[in-house]
């Protein structure tokens, strides 16, 4: 067994004597036994009193250790973090960039140490042959440019510089395409559209993962009309993409964020088109061209024909768009004003459609195609535009219904066979579109429906029935 000065050290963590206590009644000599009382005992004897110390620098010490106690005992003894845990992973982009590093460290796995040198060793012979072709184009571009540029020796070396830039552009991409820096750099929103090969991952993504897929099905799943009239092919080259307001709490918390990106051919509410589209593109040429957007309606019922038109909603011509350039496109509604989407009582749902195209360039630099070509991009200057500038006038809005897309495009030269961007939503009535015609078009609202069927007995209904 433990003696009791032993059990008093491990309770308390500080060896003292034990204090014999006895009872009033236990005989001792300062107890009273009968009917005396005993002597009050003597006091105790003064304490003399030292005086404070002055404080040094140990004093300072010991009274910053005070606030570490009160630290421990918060957290019960247990070690407290000198940093914050990150609750979610920060941001990567241009702005806040992060370094690529390997997934494995040198020496582990041999044959990826391998397969990674041989891909920088092919790239850096790649560099070498692409430093040779810009070299010899710079010779053929100042012999260009001292001939006539209408003449067959002008064409003929014209088209031979579109050849080389063409290749050279090819060598660019195939000398970084597969590092894998570059590759984590655009999937993580690093990308460097100044460099071919970030520029041509960025629009094999759009092409192959991105929401070109949603376009062309769409288009192909509901047979619009704006494409079997207005133009036979569309060949999408501009990665469009259309931001609307949230309508109501319910679209807040599903989308969480008061604007939200919707995928090509959704459903939308007219709430959330009463404001004019945010619209953000990406395209991959490095010059500054002209778009002309316009926002279509196909779905217009036309009770004189029978049949449906067309409604302008929306234009705006000479839209600059380069591969530099980021974020929403501004000043759209400068030309013909933006009317929200209004779809008649009555009426199934209607597609409406977003269409950015090109304007013809200046000039045709290549010579062999009429278009945009290598030789256009290696020629423009800083932001000057190679388009032509088109003096489209302002539709009124009397001329909005029935509006003639393919005509327009054929007065204009617009042509989406070439190139351009596409978006489509579905929007079918609600009472919003009541508000729409009251406010914003001031007319009555039609109310459409389907035409009563011919009474066959109608004749017969004003005779009698009994002959007398």
């Known amino acids: 067994m433990l003696s009791l000065n032993r059990l008093s050290t491990l309770r308390t963590g500080v060896s003292r004597p034990l204090v014999a206590l006895r009872r009033p009644n236990s005989g001792s000599p300062t107890s009273s036994a009968g009917t005396g009382s005993a002597e009050p005992p003597p006091p105790p004897p003064p304490v003399a009193t030292k005086p404070a110390p002055p404080k040094t620098s140990k004093t300072k010490a010991a009274s910053t250790t005070e606030p570490a106690a009160a630290e421990d005992a918060e957290t019960a003894g247990r070690r407290k973090r000198k940093y914050k845990i990150p609750t979610r992973r920060p941001?990567?982009?241009?702005?806040?960039?992060?370094?690529?590093?390997?997934?494995?460290?040198?020496?582990v796995v041999p044959a990826y140490d391998l397969a990674l040198k041989y891909i920088r060793d092919d790239g850096a012979k790649l560099v070498v042959e692409a430093?040779?072709?810009?070299?010899?184009?710079?010779?053929?571009?100042?012999?260009?440019?001292?001939?006539?540029?209408?003449s067959e020796e002008g064409k003929r070396m014209d088209e031979e510089l579109e050849r080389l830039r063409e290749k050279l552009f090819i060598v660019e991409v195939?000398?970084?395409?597969?590092?894998?820096?570059?590759?984590w750099s655009v999937r993580n929103a690093m990308a460097d559209t100044a460099k071919p090969a970030h520029r041509h991952l960025i629009e094999q993504r759009w092409r192959k993962e991105g929401r070109l897929g949603f376009v062309g099905?769409?288009?192909?799943?509901?047979?619009?009309?704006l494409f079997l009239i207005s133009?036979?092919?569309?060949?999408?080259?501009?990665?469009?993409?259309?931001?609307?307001?949230?309508?109501?709490?319910?679209?807040?918390?599903?989308?969480?964020?008061?604007?939200?990106?919707?995928?090509?051919?959704?459903?939308?509410?007219?709430?959330?088109?009463?404001?004019?589209l945010r619209l953000y593109a990406n395209v991959f040429h490095t010059d500054t061209r002209l778009y002309t957007m316009m926002l279509v309606d196909p779905d217009v019922p036309d009770p004189e024909n029978a049949s449906y038109t067309t409604y302008l909603h929306w234009l705006k011509p000479n839209v600059p768009l380069s591969a530099s350039h980021t974020g929403q496109i501004p000043d759209l509604n400068t030309?013909?004003?933006?009317v929200p989407?209004?779809?008649?009582?009555?009426?199934?749902?209607?597609?409406?459609?977003?269409?950015?195209?090109p304007q013809k360039p200046i000039e045709p630099l290549d010579h062999k195609a009429g278009w945009y070509g290598r030789n256009t991009e290696a020629r423009a200057q800083p932001g000057i535009p190679t388009s032509q500038h088109l003096e489209i006038p302002v539709i009124k809005d009397e001329d909005r219904l029935g509006f003639n897309v393919r005509e327009f495009c054929k007065e204009w030269g617009l042509s989406a066979k070439r190139g351009g961007g596409v978006g489509m939503f579905r929007e079918i009535w609600d009472e919003a579109v009541t508000g729409i015609y009251k406010d914003v078009l001031q007319q009555p609202e039609p109310v459409y429906g389907r035409p009563p069927k011919p009474d066959r007995y109608a004749d017969l209904k004003g005779r009698k029935k009994y002959l007398s």
């Open 91 to 107: 941001q990567i982009s241009l702005e806040n960039p992060r370094k690529w590093n390997r997934p494995l460290a040198g020496g």
């Open 131 to 150: 430093t040779q072709l810009k070299e010899k184009i710079d010779a053929l571009e100042a012999q260009y440019q001292k001939l006539d540029k209408d």
């Open 174 to 183: 195939q000398s970084e395409v597969n590092l894998p820096d570059v590759r």
């Open 217 to 225: 099905q769409w288009s192909a799943f509901t047979k619009c009309k």
């Open 231 to 276: 133009f036979q092919r569309i060949r999408p080259s501009v990665d469009l993409r259309l931001v609307v307001k949230a309508d109501g709490v319910e679209q807040m918390r599903l989308h969480d964020n008061a604007v939200f990106l919707y995928e090509p051919g959704a459903f939308l509410r007219p709430k959330n088109t009463i404001e004019p």
């Open 335 to 338: 030309h013909t004003k933006y």
């Open 341 to 357: 989407p209004h779809p008649q009582r009555g009426t199934p749902y209607h597609r409406y459609t977003l269409l950015l195209i």
